[in-house]
């Protein structure tokens, strides 16, 4: 016990250190903690998933939920008409990609059927969110690039779960309907988004009662968010989605409300609800507890990685360089106009892999029964793995270069949209 919670505090102010460090080195305090996690897991065998059973599932399902509350109320209204665009059409063509590399891979190299090797490639198919988002105060993007982006994490885990998933239910069945998985895929955003949005304008007005007549009540609209995530995922339809547009609309009433003033100002029925607005030492705490989730997350990352195969090991190398080099032709096709040089070098290596990635990887080894099918698990699952792995240490390695190349300040860079 004694040493458990010197590793915690310990684990907790070193990671505030890199933080800080980061604005002179520009080494993400991600890579410490992948690594933390690596040394007391695989390396070591100090811990495993496996000791923390079915808490280390519920555990990183909180900290998805954390982080995009947090990410919600930091999203200005006015970036979102003009980042949209890009940002569905980065995760489409990010999405498309992956799946096309890892049917080449799996089939001609692996010598897995065409949908396991398809699947294979979809389950890199997303940005990991945890990773992107607590780091775009620190990069400091361009008003709109930052929009795209902060979009872009949001719409990535959505088409790489539906589709895999899909994948996944055709490995099974024999049998794949793209229209199916696109109306599914559609639905499932437009409801999620529609839930969210409804339940936060209705709380920004209950919310004065709460907070005024309660005592802690600073926690209450997290607590609402995971609520919000789990009748989502119960009745079939995308919770991460549902609890972005939460915090979005508590954090940006104000801003609707005005602009319907403007359409409509006899029948702004936002105004007549007097709304409460999140106030500056609520968004402090949101940044607070993100910072020590994102920390204790990173490091369950790390321990989750398994490397058993070389020959996979250097496959996920090579798979997941080609996404990096991909990544490049699809900002330079979709972010022309209203991008700095800057905004463009970080926007293209923005490509780790995450919790998302290695959940869909270890399915299929999960769902095994024959023989054949534990072959391909375990090769998807360790591919998959390395993927993450690599992918996040490549991404580090990368903003360092990149960073250190920026060294003066762009004086082109637009105002952030996410208040620092």
């Not at 495993?48 to 200005?76: A, C, M, N, Q, W």
């Not at 699947?119 to 992107?132: E, L």
């Not at 968010?225 to 979005?248: K, P, Q, R």
């Not at 534990?374 to 992918?391: D, K, L, P």
């Amino acid at each position: 016990m004694e040493i458990t919670l010197i590793f915690t505090g310990a684990l907790i102010f070193f990671s505030l250190i890199f933080n800080a460090l980061f604005e002179k080195t520009r080494i993400p305090n991600v890579l410490f903690l992948l690594f933390v996690g690596l040394l007391i897991g695989p390396v070591f065998n100090l811990v495993s998933p496996d000791d923390l059973g079915r808490l280390g599932k519920v555990f990183t399902t909180i900290t998805l939920i954390v982080i995009l509350y947090e990410s919600g109320t930091r999203l200005h209204l006015g970036g979102i008409g003009k980042a949209i665009g890009p940002a569905s059409l980065l995760t489409i063509f990010n999405f498309l990609i992956p799946v096309a590399v890892g049917m080449a891979i799996g089939y001609w190299w692996i010598g897995l059927e065409l949908l396991p090797s398809a699947f294979m490639g979809a389950t890199v198919g997303s940005i990991s969110t945890p990773i992107i988002l607590p780091m775009l105060k620190q990069l400091k993007l361009g008003k709109k690039a930052e929009s795209v982006v902060f979009l872009e994490c949001a719409l990535s885990d959505i088409v790489c779960l539906v589709g895999a998933l899909a994948l996944l239910d055709a490995m099974e069945s024999g049998s794949f309907s793209i229209s199916y998985t696109i109306k599914y895929m559609a639905i499932s955003l437009l409801f999620a988004t529609t839930i969210g949005a409804v339940v936060g304008y209705f709380w920004t007005s209950i919310r004065r009662l709460v907070v005024t007549k309660l005592k802690n009540s600073m926690f209450s609209s997290f607590a609402l968010a995971f609520i919000i995530y789990g009748v989502c995922e119960l009745i079939g339809v995308n919770g991460g989605m549902a609890v972005l547009s939460f915090g979005f609309v508590l954090g940006n009433i104000d801003e609707l409300s005005n602009a319907l003033d403007k359409r409509i100002p006899d029948k702004n029925f936002i105004k007549r609800r007097k709304p409460m607005l999140l106030m500056e030492d609520e968004k402090n705490f949101y940044s607070e507890i993100v910072f020590i989730f994102k920390t204790f997350f990173f490091v369950y990352i790390g321990m989750s990685i398994r490397l058993s195969e070389y020959a996979h090991i250097i496959m996920g190398i090579i798979f997941i360089v080609i996404m990096f080099i991909v990544r490049i032709p699809s900002i330079l096709l979709f972010c022309r106009n209203g991008y700095s040089a800057r905004d463009k070098r970080i926007m293209s290596i923005l490509n780790p892999k995450g919790l998302v990635s290695a959940v869909l990887a270890s399915l299929p080894l999960q769902l095994a029964v024959t023989e054949e099918q534990i072959r391909t698990g375990e090769v998807i699952q360790n591919i998959g793995y390395a993927s993450v792995m690599f992918s996040i240490i490549i991404f580090s390695l990368l903003i360092f270069l990149v960073e250190k190349f920026d060294k003066k300040p762009n004086s082109n860079t637009e105002p952030s949209t996410i208040e620092n």
